[in-house]
């Protein structure tokens, strides 16, 4: 007889694995499906995020960040280095090693929190009572039982048609974490997140890099004054080449690299040579071989499983979060979304704020915002007030050598109440935390300008950019 479990998850990424946890937690008999395995073969939790995607790129971020200090910005402080010398790796060791801590960790959850590690692919195979799945590994197929399914299969990097990834000379973002050497030229077709990141990192590290974006605006869901900003310090001071409104033409490989051929923002036909691609076009849902069709999943026309506010799919007693489901692509928001679905199980009320959701950017400087741009806030006929403080008047960021950037935030303009912020410098990551919880607690930018923060600090910026909503701000 099959074995029967109270819940089971299929997908141990950021919102699966932590929907298990806190399934478990809550008292649940909970199984997690995964197939993920590492380049060695061996099955791995964690999903993209911890094997190709946030942890080993923010490794590589930090790596190439403190590489380029060395070389070009520890004069500043009166630190000269010499026979500076890269062992690229070493540093891809760091970040392999790293990523193996992490999902090894993942694993020791697991085993704390009684979750059953059923390795392979999981698929519905019919319901009733309890829903029937398959989970096929290695060793064959397992027939096991749920009272309740989350579906958290993720994404996938979206393909273009005619270019052929091999993650050896053009690769996605898996690939583009693996280079075997610094590429002389580099080339990155997308200008969002990843092709941003990536894009810095070998540009650090020494490569030439070229960015093409098919949109004509740059970091169009950013607010367009740190869309702006950005781009001046990413092109003009920091050398990273972006060209806009591009029409991808014919993609090859060429005797010396990838032969690239496009029509330029000015009608003109181009092309560009260089030894690498990273093709970052975004991400599609991953639900190829659920078993959808067999139980009547409803998903959309774009293949994102169809749920509710609470993530409800169109079955009972099945759920779906993360990637796989509507809004932002960001493990955050999956995870949020895990433990209330879990929470729901259980009897509970979980519930999630799409509206104080933080996104990042972990470019260099970093760039975060929560909430509302300012365009969004036209757009609706918002009345609002707006205040904005630069890093470069910040002691702290002063010391740091980081005065690039600012924090602006903006107020609703009878109440108050916090409606977005934006920040786009130093630790802007940890930044916007503060402005999540102004949010969340439903603050005004009064409250948050009558907090005392610490001095010399970053944060001091969002209590300034809080007192230039009331044009008061205090060192500006």
């Not at 007889?1 to 909970?30: C, E, H, K, N």
């Not at 009733?128 to 958290?152: F, H, P, Q, Y």
């Not at 760039?367 to 609002?384: D, H, N």
């Amino acid at each position: 007889m099959a074995q029967i479990f109270d819940v089971v998850v299929i997908g141990a990424g950021p919102a699966g694995y932590v929907a298990a946890i806190r399934a478990a937690q809550l008292g649940l008999s909970t199984a997690c499906i995964d197939q993920w395995k590492t380049p060695q073969g061996q099955y791995a939790l964690g999903g993209t995020c911890l094997n190709v995607g946030c942890i080993p790129s923010k490794a590589l971020l930090e790596s190439s960040e403190n590489y380029e200090r060395v070389l070009h910005k520890f004069k500043v402080h009166g630190i000269t280095a010499t026979g500076v010398k890269l062992d690229l790796q070493r540093m891809l060791a760091r970040k392999n090693a790293i990523v193996s801590k992490m999902t090894a960790g993942i694993e020791g959850l697991f085993k704390k929190n009684k979750i059953t590690w059923l390795r392979g692919r999981g698929s519905f195979v019919s319901g009733g009572t309890t829903w029937k799945l398959e989970v096929a590994g290695d060793k064959g197929s397992e027939a096991i039982e749920a009272r309740n399914v989350i579906i958290a299969t993720g994404s996938k990097a979206r393909a273009l048609p005619g270019i052929e990834v091999d993650n050896r000379v053009i690769c996605d973002n898996e690939g583009a974490l693996a280079f075997e050497a610094v590429p002389e030229r580099l080339g990155v077709i997308g200008a969002g997140v990843i092709g941003l990141e990536l894009g810095s990192v070998w540009r650090r590290l020494g490569a030439k890099v070229k960015i093409l974006e098919a949109l004509p605006s740059f970091l169009g869901a950013s607010d367009e004054s740190i869309a702006k900003e950005a781009w001046k310090i990413f092109t003009a001071e920091q050398g990273l080449e972006i060209e806009l409104g591009v029409k991808l033409g014919t993609v090859k490989k060429s005797r010396k690299g990838v032969l690239i051929e496009y029509v330029a923002d000015d009608n003109s036909t181009k092309t560009l040579e260089v030894d690498r691609l990273i093709v970052s076009v975004g991400r599609v849902p991953n639900t190829d071989g659920l078993g959808a069709e067999a139980v009547g999943l409803r998903l959309d026309e774009r293949g994102f499983i169809d749920v509710d506010k609470n993530c409800r799919a169109s079955l009972p007693r099945v759920f779906a979060v993360g990637d796989v489901v509507r809004g932002p692509m960001l493990a955050h928001k999956g995870e949020e979304e895990g433990v209330m679905v879990a929470e729901i199980i259980a009897g509970q009320h979980g519930h999630v704020n799409y509206d104080a959701i933080p996104w990042v950017m972990y470019t260099a400087p970093e760039i975060a915002w929560v909430g509302k741009t300012e365009q969004e806030l036209r757009a609706a006929g918002v009345a609002y007030r707006m205040g904005r403080f630069p890093f470069a008047y910040n002691g702290r960021a002063l010391g740091r050598d980081e005065p690039e950037g600012f924090i602006k935030m903006l107020a609703d303009e009878k109440t108050d109440r916090v409606l977005g912020v934006h920040a786009l410098g130093g630790q802007a990551s940890e930044l916007i935390a503060e402005a999540v919880v102004a949010m969340e607690f439903g603050a005004s930018s009064e409250d948050i300008a009558r907090i005392c923060h610490a001095h010399p600090s970053m944060s001091e910026v969002m209590r300034e950019a809080a007192l230039a909503v009331d044009k008061r701000s205090l060192n500006g």
